[in-house]
């Protein structure tokens, strides 16, 4: 059929076809007015600045329970747990064996000191601290710690006595609650019995393969998404620098930590990506100079105050989001793309250009931006 003359029916309204059409018209006739032209910029320009400042506000965060319905009773469960019992992030801190702990005495007493003074940790909670543990009791023992330590009584004298009194103290001593923590290189002394190592079967001067610590950052240090990260990355740097770097700090949460610590950056890169293959594809199809700009400021203009109102709907940026606001581009192109290829085709005043645009393309944008399946 002619274009001019469509059929087809509105579902079961039956109203005349060409509605859409009729109203775009009236619409565009609308705002091409003085008064409609003032009060179109006014609007957009009121969304463009609200953008602006929820965008510089935006944070990065995620939480995995954001991903189970509100009213699941794990959401539950967690809004209690935070209502009356709410504390920081458990973290243990790992070293392996190309550590000599002998030989890192200094090293694992200054470690002890950062535990116990850190304003990181959470010090109303446990610390699982195996060397402190160990030196406590060894300086409690009056008959021998003049034999085993140094003058100040800070550190063991002989590598082979370090082992061998750590060894003890792991198997009967009040070393037994840090079996966990530690790993030996002679597997047999892994077995918590003492008669092995009597025997000869087990030689624990070999020293430890592993180590373990544990703390609890404290509830003010891992509350937002930033804060997490920087916690997170600061906590590394000061476990190095104590104590090498084959020890680092562990917690299952760093998974989405780290996500929160770099996803803005990426997003940034990722819009910075497509925005120039946009610019330069936009540029190549519609090579007007006086039309393109205008699709790209529109484009700009789509992200821009999408990632505002995200702060304004109290959204993060995370992965999720992120891939959102990517695809959000795309969809922002094609119906700008459309919009503005059929003004340049279009023929009159610029007014009259924008309504036979609007009435041409118009209904199809709109009905792409109403339907589930607008992609």
């Not at 109203?15 to 091409?32: A, D, Q, V």
């Not at 801190?93 to 005495?105: A, L, P, T």
Request: proline share 3%; net charge negative.
């Amino acid at each position: 059929h002619e274009f001019n003359e469509p059929r087809g029916c509105c579902f079961c309204c039956k109203c005349p076809s060409g509605g859409l059409e009729k109203n775009m018209e009236k619409f565009g006739r609308l705002i091409t007015t003085p008064i409609g032209k003032a009060v179109t910029i006014t609007i957009f320009f009121g969304i463009f600045i609200a953008g602006i400042v929820g965008s510089t506000l935006i944070i990065q965060d995620f939480k995995l329970e954001w991903f189970v319905p509100d009213d699941s009773y794990l959401n539950v469960f967690f809004k209690w747990n935070d209502e009356y019992f709410a504390s920081g992030t458990p973290v243990s801190i790992y070293g392996r064996d190309d550590i000599d702990y002998f030989e890192s005495q200094d090293n694992l007493i200054a470690m002890k000191k950062y535990l116990n003074n850190s304003a990181l940790v959470d010090q109303s909670k446990d610390i699982s601290d195996w060397y402190g543990a160990f030196m406590e009791t060894s300086n409690n023992n009056d008959a021998e710690r003049a034999n085993w330590l140094t003058a100040d009584f800070t550190k063991f004298k002989t590598k082979n006595t370090f082992y061998t009194e750590l060894h003890n103290w792991y198997d009967g001593g009040g070393g037994a609650r840090y079996r966990s923590s530690l790993q030996w290189v002679d597997t047999d002394c892994n077995k918590g019995d003492l008669a092995l190592e009597q025997d000869g079967v087990c030689d624990p001067t070999k020293g430890l393969l592993a180590m373990k610590m544990g703390m609890t950052l404290t509830l003010a240090a891992t509350d937002k998404g930033n804060i997490r990260y920087e916690t997170m990355t600061y906590l590394r740097k000061n476990v190095s620098e104590i104590l090498g770097d084959t020890a680092f700090p562990y917690s299952f949460q760093f998974l989405y930590w780290e996500e929160t610590g770099v996803i803005g950056q990426e997003l940034v890169n990722n819009l910075l990506s497509c925005g120039a293959v946009i610019i330069v594809m936009i540029i190549m199809m519609i090579p007007h100079p006086r039309i393109a700009p205008f699709v790209i400021f529109g484009i700009i203009y789509s992200v821009i105050t999408l990632v505002g109102f995200m702060h304004w709907w109290d959204i993060t940026v995370s992965g999720v989001s992120t891939i959102y606001i990517l695809i959000s581009v795309g969809l922002a192109v094609d119906y700008s793309a459309h919009i503005a290829h059929m003004f340049v085709t279009s023929t009159g005043t610029s007014s009259e250009r924008s309504i036979k645009a609007l009435v041409r393309i118009g209904p199809s944008v709109f009905n792409a931006i109403c339907s589930a399946k607008g992609d």
